[in-house]
């Protein structure tokens, strides 16, 4: 079937062009656009974020180089820094924004069943954080962060089971945390992992008020009241768990409910964290683990700083670097669609490496990422005399 298509051809055929045709037609995104559509747009940015160019100008150079291949490749006709940094700046970033929802609801549902994760229970895991992105003041006079530094916050909601981040929020710098939580649609009986940065107590009660439950480290001038204390195993690294009431003032206000205290040591940092949560049913030890596994999102933020192009724009204006985040998420979740689709043994970091220095090529995909095994490689046998 992709016998003579082009490595990144085939990788395009993952992508539903008609879902993508439907929601440029909501946002009327190709509205008197003759030649260059966002169709066009979008295939030319993955091609960056997959071959790894460092500029705009480094971009449209590489593709106007093997021009003769731009229809094949579906880059459109006349592709220029001049209409690509147009396109960027002026297009909606809600298409982007859309698809790649589209897509990471898509990769879920498949992802699903690999999941590895040992829990006792079946709901959904969310890890939620946020990483920062350091820019030029100067230039990107809108990602407003301190008084001489600009920067942009990406806020994360990482599903834990299917390592794909299903909800994202680019705001300036200077925006703290917390308000990020306003824009999560908690779902009923979901787990939701926090660090002490989102503490806020009004915030953790709508989720408890959503039938949801969260668990978040506490920070050391909590003031807290404890009604009863159940048996724990101090082996298993559990010192305390309790169950109370916040004695503050505001903090019983904005949180007026019950909720548990747990103090777990943690031989292998040598550190003691104190988390709370609304779920009085899970073990401690389980408790602990969730939040261990909070740190899957701190390596997803790594991993797409070092692989994706997120730390270096393409366009100076809040709206195009917002469609340079999304389409790298578009990138991201399609190579994770891909590696599952193909049934590889390849990590995702691996299917993007290989996936990048193919793109050119016309090997079919599921050759080129089956994985082979040096050990089984035979050395031809020589019938010659050896000199010593």
Avoid at 148 to 174: C, E, N, W
Wanted: aromatic residues 14%; proline residues 2%.
């Amino acid at each position: 079937m992709n016998q003579g298509k082009y490595v990144f051809a085939q990788i395009v055929s993952f992508l539903p062009q008609r879902t993508f045709d439907t929601i440029v037609s909501r946002y009327n995104g190709d509205y008197r656009v003759r030649h260059f559509t966002c169709w066009n747009q979008m295939l030319c940015m993955m091609y960056g974020q997959l071959s790894n160019r460092d500029s705009l100008s480094d971009l449209v150079l590489t593709i106007n180089a093997h021009s003769p291949k731009a229809y094949h490749l579906g880059f459109g006709k006349g592709v220029s820094k001049a209409n690509l940094g147009k396109s960027n700046a002026n297009r909606d970033w809600q298409i982007f924004r859309d698809f790649a929802y589209h897509l990471i609801s898509e990769a879920r549902k498949v992802c699903m069943s690999d999941d590895t994760t040992q829990f006792s229970f079946s709901n959904s895991v969310y890890a939620f954080d946020s990483t920062t992105i350091d820019l030029c003041l100067n230039v990107f006079c809108w990602a407003t962060f301190r008084r001489a530094k600009g920067a942009v916050k990406l806020h994360t909601q990482y599903d834990v089971r299917t390592s794909i981040p299903v909800f994202m929020h680019l705001t300036a710098g200077s925006v703290h945390d917390v308000q990020a939580m306003d824009q999560i649609v908690y779902e009923p009986g979901s787990f939701y992992v926090f660090d002490k940065a989102y503490l806020d107590f009004e915030r953790l009660f709508i989720i408890h008020e959503s039938k949801s439950f969260f668990v978040i480290r506490a920070k050391t001038n909590l003031k807290f009241k404890r009604q009863y204390s159940a048996r724990v195993d101090k082996r298993t690294g559990v010192q305390c768990d309790q169950t109370g009431e916040l004695k503050g003032f505001y903090s019983a206000k904005d949180y007026p409910e019950k909720i548990r205290r747990i103090k777990f040591y943690d031989k292998e940092q040598n550190r003691t964290f104190i988390f709370l949560t609304n779920n009085l049913n899970l073990k401690p030890e389980e408790i602990a683990s969730l939040y261990k596994h909070r740190w899957k999102v701190e390596l997803f933020f790594k991993w797409i700083k070092q692989h994706l192009k997120i730390k270096s724009f393409w366009g100076t204006t809040e709206n195009a670097v917002k469609t340079q985040v999304y389409i790298a998420v578009i990138t991201y979740t399609l190579v994770a669609l891909i590696r599952q689709r193909i049934k590889t043994e390849h990590s995702t970091y691996e299917v993007l490496q290989i996936l990048g220095s193919s793109l050119l090529d016309k090997t079919p995909i599921n050759q080129l990422l089956k994985k082979t095994s040096n050990q089984d490689v035979k050395e031809l046998l020589y019938n010659q005399l050896k000199i010593w």
